[in-house]
């Protein structure tokens, strides 16, 4: 009981940190792009007007960005403090480029920020926007090597265990950084916040036209976020539909727990509502072909033979091999100073069934099956949010070019009152990715079970109430200041000469 609560808690501690840091990533992905954006228009026409709608959006970005700092740092930290043995089983891949992503992409974009923020009329007109850009690059990449990171997890590659270390060691850089899932979720991940970023620039705009106030600062603030929503949200939709074929190759229980698929086969349904299902769609969204094969958990748990005629084990057989990789280790480890032979002989065995290691952990294969729940219905609001922001931004698009948007009340308070739909939207995405995967802390290599750290539950229990205060904390001041900055405008009638 004391390991179940210390898990429990390790992993509530872990996604409370990570639910609060994604809530500053995207707005301010989304943010940088739409902010680049009009600083170019401003150098393109040299018109005041857009230098003043940059600077204002800008202040706003600043304030999410420093904020957003603070609760990245502290999930970094946790790896070591609360998930230690995982650290130290694979800290030599995941590492890397957590590493790249503080000394190179990190590095780069708070150096730009600090001169886009801080240099208006201290640097030319070309010099800022080149720093607004490689901000808005840094932050991107900055986020690519955190998703490579994430990713890895998802599907595990270029890497090899080492018996003498007990660690697993990267034999092949570019393996892990072009891991396909890090493509799909770099793209899926940071096109969303374009999508974060729009709306709440959407719904900004629409306060101050219901309040009757900058009506050309809102309504070209709607024109460019608008454009730069539907671009990102029509391409996360593409990104997501490669993603939806690495899910089923490398994570079947993931996508199985996601469409509540207990029996899978050929022509596989896809449930948009339980009782509400359109024939044969999951297997085009999985493999492409209407007469692909999805398993589903049953299958999973019981063995099948996928499309291609090859036999998948079942979870018995799986934890059956992980045992005897265990054993193969243990005896390796106790025989490779005192007999070489015996060792040898181990050390065979254990690569012969070393894929699956983290098998040998799992207690009972139902445990193998995620919360279907805690999957099927957040991928539904995901998808669901999705499509009807998308059609919002549309809607929002065409009345401001038919010069609309100004008469349309209805319209600017939807607009307005979708700000949290889109952070709920980007929440339950990683809610999919983060409890489709479990019991895994690495897929079908190390269970969470393996890789929490020796503390007690109440210790984890005591930071967690601590970390939900000082995160609330964070988040309380973070939107103060926003309505503050808010509230107070964009002042684009105020006169500022530019220094060249």
């Known amino acids: 009981m004391v390991e179940n609560a210390l898990i429990d808690w390790s992993r509530a501690q872990f996604a409370l940190t990570a639910c609060y840091h994604w809530v500053f990533v ?185 309040r009757k106030r900058e009506v050309r600062f809102a309504k070209a603030s709607i024109r460019v976020a608008s454009v730069v929503g539907i671009v990102g949200t029509l391409a996360v939709m593409l990104s997501g539909d490669s993603s939806a074929v690495h899910v089923a190759k490398y994570q079947p229980m993931k996508l199985a727990a996601a469409e509540g698929l207990e029996d899978g086969g050929e022509r596989a349904p896809f449930s948009i509502v339980p009782g509400i299902e359109v024939p044969g769609m999951l297997s085009i969204l999985a493999t492409h072909d209407i007469n692909g094969y999805v398993p589903g958990i049953n299958d999973i748990l019981e063995g099948y033979t996928d499309s291609e005629g090859n036999r998948v084990l079942s979870a018995d057989e799986k934890k059956e091999r992980g045992d005897i990789a265990l054993a193969a280790f243990k005896a390796y480890r106790e025989n490779m100073e005192t007999d070489p032979e015996a060792a040898a002989g181990a050390r065979k065995v254990l690569e012969e069934n070393v894929e699956y290691f983290g098998y040998g952990y799992i207690k009972d294969k139902e445990d193998l099956v995620p919360p279907v729940w805690l999957v099927y219905w957040p991928f539904r609001i995901m998808v669901g949010l999705g499509c009807f922001l998308l059609l919002l931004m549309i809607v929002v698009l065409w009345a401001e070019r038919k010069d609309r948007i100004v008469s349309l009340t209805w319209l600017q308070w939807v607009a307005l009152c979708s700000i949290p739909l889109v952070y709920i939207a980007g929440q339950a995405g990683w809610i999919v990715a983060e409890v489709g995967r479990q019991p895994w802390a690495i897929q079908d290599l190390l269970p969470v079970n393996a890789a929490v750290s020796s503390l007690s539950a109440g210790a984890v229990r005591t930071t967690f109430f601590v970390f939900v205060a000082v995160f609330t904390l964070f988040l309380a001041i973070e939107i103060r200041i926003l309505l503050k900055a808010v509230r107070k405008g964009p002042a684009v009638d105020e006169p500022e000469v530019y220094n060249n």
């Not at 890895?152 to 890497?159: E, L």
Request: aromatic share 18%.
């Open 26 to 210: 995207p707005l301010t992905l989304g943010l940088s792009v739409i902010v680049a954006i009009m600083e170019s228009i401003y150098v393109a026409k040299k018109d005041e007007f857009w230098k003043k709608t940059a600077k204002f959006w800008m202040k706003l970005f600043a304030i999410n960005f420093a904020v957003g700092i603070a609760t990245g740092i502290i999930l970094e930290f946790e790896f070591g403090t609360n998930w230690s043995n995982y650290s130290w089983f694979v800290g030599d891949i995941f590492g890397a480029p957590l590493a790249i992503e503080g000394i190179l992409a990190f590095f780069m974009e708070a150096t730009f920020f600090a001169v886009m923020f801080f240099g208006w009329n201290k640097v030319g007109k070309k010099f800022h926007l080149a720093s607004t850009w490689l901000t808005c690059i840094g932050a991107s990449i900055s986020a690519l090597w955190i998703l490579v990171a994430n990713a890895w997890m998802q599907h595990p590659a270029g890497m090899e265990f080492n018996p003498d270390t007990v660690r697993n060691e990267m034999v092949d850089f570019w393996a892990v950084a072009l891991n396909p899932v890090a493509v799909s979720k770099f793209f899926h991940s940071v096109l969303s916040g374009w999508m974060t970023g729009s709306i709440f620039v959407i719904g900004v705009s629409c306060w101050y036209l219901l």
